[in-house]
């Protein structure tokens, strides 16, 4: 069974239950099964700390395991179609379903023999430079019956998205400057952060058209709270009101005009467990407004970035001052 047709299976049988460890939007979550049910590739777009790798990853978690042959393409044991399999026989493995995701970081360092593939020296010197034994495969080969994960799509130069369109056009990859098309059963999924963040590249044209996209937004109140249960570590109790002034207190970052880049979701899960920490240190047992206030200068000094018109440009302390005088007003 292809790769599409055992996601078409996942969706249908576990719908939205597919995306569990995702926390957010129902609506959202539709969103991205209809594109996995469709056999398209899916392109994930929204601000940095949302959970776009955490979609991707559930998707490969779903995934049921695979018999392969032990070689880079990962090969069918009937098939047996790659020049490792050809050359010597492999034996057989179990790859577990969440092991089927393969990543590419994007970086404007990242080359195209990352991705395709180059000569291993060793294999040419025993094969010759033109054997295709002697090709080692790069990372969209090696995602042969896996789901090929793009982080950060943006980060990579035009030249090398282009890399790219021969897999999500034809399903196919030549191998170097040999003259071997090999298969690659795979889909991709790539996240990008929004088009105002500053410093990346834009996504070419030709890639876009092959791809559909999903906006994953900042999650609602009781979405980021039902995180910090989930994902924050617990140490000593954090009652709830200081809960939702923790989220709050992120969520009014992103309604701010004065801030350019605002609290993620990580932002928040770190300023729960520092609070903690906080209380750890008076000896307590229950964290109380000092210590919330203490966790979120710590938080937010290292993430905010006031923008150029904002009265609090390089004075980020100053406005997070603000944001604790006012928890204690809350409160």
């Known amino acids: 069974m292809s790769l599409r047709n055992e996601i078409r ?17 129902e609506q959202t979550k539709k969103e991205v099964l209809a594109v996995l049910l469709s056999g398209r590739n899916l392109l ?6 949302v959970g776009k790798t955490l979609l991707a990853k559930s998707i490969a978690k ?18 047996s179609v790659c020049p490792q399999c050809r050359n010597d026989k492999k034996d057989v493995i179990t790859i577990k379903g969440e092991s089927r995701f393969v990543r590419i970081q994007g970086s404007p360092e990242i080359t195209a023999e990352d ?12 094969f010759g430079a033109f054997d295709p034994v002697a090709f080692y495969p790069g990372k969209i080969v090696k995602a042969n019956r896996k789901i090929l994960f793009v982080d950060e799509i943006n980060r990579l130069p035009e030249k090398i998205q282009n890399t790219l369109l021969q897999v999500l056009e034809e399903g196919e990859m030549t191998i170097g400057n040999f003259n071997i098309d090999f298969h690659i059963d795979t889909i991709m999924i790539a996240t990008m952060n929004g088009s105002d963040i500053a410093g990346i590249e834009g996504l070419s044209e030709a890639l876009k058209d092959r791809m559909e996209r999903v906006v994953i937004p900042y999650p609602k109140e009781h979405d980021e709270l039902e995180i910090l249960e989930v994902y924050g570590r617990k140490i000593v109790n954090v009652p709830h009101e200081i809960k939702k002034k923790i989220v709050q207190v992120c969520q009014k970052t992103r309604n701010s005009q004065e801030i350019e880049f605002p609290a993620s979701s990580r932002s928040a899960i770190a300023i729960y467990e520092l609070s903690q920490s906080f209380a750890q240190l008076r000896k307590s047992e229950d964290v109380n407004l000092e210590d919330l206030s203490s966790a979120v200068r710590v938080a937010f000094l ?8 904002s009265g609090y440009f390089n004075k980020t302390e100053d406005y997070i001052k603000s944001l604790t005088e006012d928890l204690s007003k809350d409160g």
């Open 9 to 25: 299976d996942i969706v249908v049988n576990k719908g939205t239950s597919a995306l569990n460890r995702w926390i957010g939007s």
């Open 44 to 49: 994930l777009e929204g601000p940095p700390g």
């Open 62 to 79: 779903s995934l049921p395991d695979i018999r392969a042959n032990n070689c880079s393409f990962s090969c069918e044991p009937a098939l």
């Open 115 to 126: 991705l395709i593939g180059d000569i291993d020296p060793v294999l040419a010197m025993k």
């Open 302 to 309: 290292g993430r905010l970035s006031p923008n150029l018109e």
